[in-house]
């Protein structure tokens, strides 16, 4: 690397040179595209970083029935924004690793039943109200009601006490809890002024963004908000999301610079966009699981031997390597992996048998097709895994009849509600909160209505499990539970993939969800 270039790529990474400028004059000096590129992103990344500028994004999960309520949240576009406008009271990092967020410090009884977490001071939301203790803990309690369909309504339920102590929030659980901090960081449970028993639509938290435009299923705008208390993230100016439902006009418009975020790209086409000029793929392995998902108490799938057939008829080795493309990994009919610390890989790896399949299946005393309802929002390549599954099932002497859904209305009209379709989940940071989320009795998320009371008893047990191999014993147990007897389907973990053109900088791999785990909007910035 030559004097003159050095110079160049130090004024090119300040923003005081045009990229391509730079890369024009890098190419005269005999330099590379592709490297004077890859050069310039370390380059810009050294340099920290920057604030000014918008963010455009392009984004998959956007409905028209979206919400403002962060406890109603349910898709991709919810999920981004939410992080962006709202906070909760501690986060997650990278590494699995708790940080602080709205609670400065947190500490906890010696049988952990017990936890105080102390709220950070001077903080304001964006009408100007300045947060208390008392906001914290409306929050949960809102959160806590019945009514309020929160997707941490199951986390709630272990909390049989909110209180608030001067700057302290004092939390009771039912049964002693060690992983409580980690439900905490769930993303429904951003903090509204009053817990938004006001007005849960209203838009009003306390993170970097506040509202400017909102038009659900087609745009979303937020403006920097200037008394945001944190000046380590948040550095655009402004952010706007469009909803580019459609995998390749999301792609097109990164490529074409209309875009400088996206989204859910398709494992199928993940190598060819990454070698567009200036674009940048990242996959990240955690997890997140696509699935299919039948409801154990409703008709036919209230038979436990039409559960097992669907089970054993679908080709989990083979729709990893023709979805997934390597971008993932197989799945076991679960919702755990090696990717949470109390994983057992003791528990033995159901693979494709059509004649187990043919057999339960018969015995089941089901005749004609079985309904499955499909559509491209519920995960990249979910009409493609369809059709595998219908055609593995097929030699087994199933016959699954496809039904595609609009994408609009997905996440309100079919998942949760029809009793046999195609849905993914991003993976929770730990066994507990996955479970409760999605697997207890009463979780509200229950999406396979899995009513089972050992499993119920097992997972209260590990809450308060504090010797690490009885609990991942527990687990075990709770874990072949939902294996066996359960709704899950759950062929693949998957990556997530997403990718930025190279006007943004900042990436870092987080496994606890798509977009830097929803952080990417407020941690990047502007590399021009």
């Not at 806590?144 to 004092?170: K, P, T, Y």
């Not at 938290?205 to 745009?219: H, L």
């Not at 015995?363 to 499909?374: E, M, T, Y």
């Amino acid at each position: 690397m030559n004097d003159e270039f050095r110079y160049l790529l130090a004024r090119a990474a300040r923003g005081k040179l045009d990229r391509r400028a730079f890369l024009g004059r890098a190419a005269a000096l005999g330099v590379a595209s592709t490297a004077a590129t890859g050069l310039l992103s370390k380059a810009v990344l050294a340099q920290g970083p920057r604030s000014g500028g918008t963010l455009v994004m392009g984004m998959q999960g956007g409905e028209s029935t979206n919400s403002l309520d962060p406890a109603v949240a349910a898709s991709q576009v919810p999920f981004a924004y939410g992080y962006c406008t709202g906070e909760t009271i501690v986060n997650i990092g990278p590494d699995g690793s708790l940080l602080p967020k709205l609670a400065t410090e947190w500490e906890a009884s010696a049988n952990a039943q017990t936890w105080r977490f102390k709220i950070r001071s001077g903080v304001q939301f964006h009408n100007g109200q300045t947060l208390t203790p008392e906001d914290v803990a409306q929050t949960l309690r809102r959160h806590s009601d019945e009514n309020s369909q929160s997707g941490a309504l199951g986390v709630m339920r272990g909390i049989s006490s909110i209180a608030v102590d001067g700057e302290w929030l004092v939390l009771e659980t039912a049964t002693p809890n060690a992983d409580l901090p980690y439900l905490l960081a769930d993303y429904h449970l951003l903090i509204q002024p009053n817990g938004g028993f006001d007005d849960p639509t209203s838009g009003i938290m306390t993170g970097p963004y506040k509202w400017a435009e909102n038009e659900p299923g087609v745009r979303h705008v937020l403006e920097k908000f200037d008394g945001h208390w944190d000046s380590s993230i948040g550095h655009f100016n402004s952010i706007e999301i469009l909803v580019i439902n459609d995998a390749t006009a999301r792609n097109s418009a990164l490529q074409s610079g209309q875009v400088q975020l996206i989204n859910r790209v398709e494992p199928r086409v993940a190598g060819l966009l990454a070698r567009a000029p200036g674009v940048h793929v990242e996959s990240t392995a955690g997890r997140g699981h696509y699935v299919f998902i039948m409801h154990c108490n409703t008709a036919p799938f209230d038979n436990a031997d039409l559960r097992m057939a669907l089970k054993l008829a679908i080709n989990r080795e083979d729709m990893v390597e023709r979805i997934l493309r390597g971008y993932g990994s197989l799945g076991n009919d679960m919702p755990i992996n090696s990717a949470y610390p109390l994983f057992d890989d003791t528990i033995p790896q159901r693979s494709y048998d059509p004649d187990q399949a043919r057999f339960h299946f018969e015995r089941s005393g089901h005749s004609g097709p079985v309904d499955l309802r499909v559509s491209d929002v519920a995960f990249p390549g979910a009409l493609d895994a369809a059709q595998l599954f219908q055609e593995s099932a097929a030699a087994a002497g199933i016959e699954l009849n496809i039904i595609r859904e609009p994408g609009d209305g997905y996440w309100s009209e079919t998942w949760n509600v029809q009793p046999f379709c195609a849905s993914y989940w991003g993976g929770r940071p730990v066994q507990d909160q996955m479970y409760s989320t999605a697997y207890l009795s009463n979780a509200d998320w229950n999406d396979t209505r899995f009513f089972n009371p050992r499993f119920d008893e097992l997972v209260m047990q590990a809450r308060g499990e504090l010797d690490l191999d009885n609990r991942k014993a527990l687990y075990r147990e709770a874990g072949l539970l939902v294996r066996d007897e359960g709704g899950l389907i759950c062929p693949m973990f998957n990556d997530f993939i997403d990718a930025h053109n190279d006007q943004i900088a900042g990436w870092v791999a987080n496994p606890a969800a798509e977009l830097m785990a929803g952080q990417a909007p407020i941690m990047m910035w502007s590399a021009t």
